[in-house]
């Protein structure tokens, strides 16, 4: 089992930057792919950026965001802030079959999920 908790989000204004973390625990992180989600409200959930369990593989939907990650943490930096960016930002984790889109953007395809974090983004 591993658990998941988000830190960093906040208010920020347009052009601003953030970097949010997924703090694991659970031996198995370290060989688990990661995906970073945003819902907005009204919207469906969405992935932002992913990132395979070597570090060898990343997707990114937008080039202003950046994942990285070591043994026990992922991070998400999100540069250039704007206001459609505002959501609820959840990281996800589970060992991926494979990295292409099909799978990766898949949310089902996660076992576990933090609680999620706010990023709000004034103009």
């Known amino acids: 089992q591993v658990q998941l908790a988000e830190s960093g989000g906040g208010l920020v204004q347009a052009g601003g930057s953030l970097t949010l973390s997924c703090a694991a625990s659970?031996?198995?992180?370290?060989?688990?792919?990661v995906g970073w989600f945003r819902q907005a409200p009204g919207r469906e959930r969405e992935l932002v950026a992913a990132?395979?369990?070597s570090g060898g593989n990343t997707y990114y939907a937008d080039s202003r965001f950046t994942i990285y990650r070591d043994a026990a943490t992922a991070y998400l930096q999100m540069n250039s802030l704007r206001r459609e960016d505002t959501a609820v930002y959840y990281c996800?984790?589970?060992?991926?079959?494979?990295?292409?889109?099909?799978?990766?953007?898949?949310?089902?395809?996660?076992?576990?999920w933090g609680q999620g974090t706010q990023v709000t983004v004034s103009s």
């Open positions: 996800a984790a589970d060992r991926l079959p494979d990295f292409t889109s099909e799978t990766i953007s898949n949310r089902f395809r996660y076992r576990f």
């Open positions: 659970g031996y198995s992180f370290s060989t688990y792919g």
């Open positions: 990132i395979s369990w």
